[in-house]
């Protein structure tokens, strides 16, 4: 199992350019989530699904759309990137058939740099 | 508005000593919690997690406290050995949610 997946690694972009960050999980996981790591903040949640064909807006959701693509897959876009942007992403999944035990898998990250 | 802080951004410790982490948390509706650990250039793997029904959990070197009066967590890491040099995040969510709110981290230096 690779678990979660989560490409590009690294990307760096020019102000108003866009992109989408893949993330894909063969853990047969039904929520997914995407994160942002920033210096001092901690990780925050941008969007969530918590199953195929739900999406939800998470603390920090501007400036995003997401796509849940199927039940393995995750996406995250940025149509007009702004410095402010520039973080370190994780995607994240969790099964959800005990709602109590809610440990997530994360990702290895996408650094990415808005100039 | 943070509702879950961890206070101190960095801690040494000696290998083979004890190393506490803390997590303070503001919303009484939380009631399952979790401890993340991260390294360098990795997305966090869960460490340990507890529900509000206990107090203390245990997995071999980790043990986390809740103490639902003070909203206060801790982790506990005996003996602490240098490989656990990393940065901890504690996260907070209610029962059946979808979301967690993770703190800020604090960065674990053990020294040997």
């Known amino acids: 199992n690779a678990g979660v997946t989560q490409t590009p690694k690294f990307q760096v972009l020019k102000t108003g350019q866009s992109m989408t960050l893949q993330c894909a999980q063969d853990?047969?996981?039904?929520?997914m989530y995407w994160y942002r790591q920033d210096p001092g903040m901690g990780l925050r949640l941008i969007y969530y699904?918590?199953?195929?064909?739900?999406?939800d807006k998470g603390e920090v959701p501007n400036g995003y759309n997401v796509s849940r693509l199927n039940k393995r897959e995750f996406s995250l876009r940025l149509e007009s990137a702004a410095p402010s942007q520039t973080s370190v992403y994780f995607c994240?999944?969790?099964?959800?058939?005990?709602?109590?035990?809610?440990?997530?898998?994360f990702g290895p990250g996408t650094r990415l740099t808005v100039l | 508005d943070q509702q879950v802080k961890q206070n101190s951004p960095s801690l040494s410790v000696q290998e083979g000593r004890i190393s506490i982490l803390n997590c303070d948390y503001t919303?009484?509706?939380?009631?399952?919690f979790l401890w993340y650990k991260k390294y360098p250039a990795e997305g966090p793997t869960f460490l340990i997690s507890?529900?509000?029904?206990?107090d203390k959990n245990e997995d071999g070197r980790f043990t986390v406290f809740l103490n639902k009066s003070a909203k206060h967590l801790s982790l506990h890491i005996v003996p602490s050995q240098p490989g656990d040099s990393a940065v901890y995040f504690c996260?907070?969510?209610?029962?059946?949610?979808?979301?967690?709110?993770f703190g800020t981290g604090t960065r674990l230096k053990v020294l040997a």
């Open positions: 994240a999944s969790t099964r959800e058939d005990r709602r109590i035990y809610n440990e997530q898998f």
């Open positions: 853990m047969n996981h039904n929520s």
């Open positions: 699904s918590a199953s195929e064909g739900t999406t």
């Open positions: 919303n009484s509706m939380f009631d399952y």
């Open positions: 507890i529900s509000s029904i206990k």
């Open positions: 996260a907070a969510g209610g029962s059946g949610t979808y979301k967690y709110i």
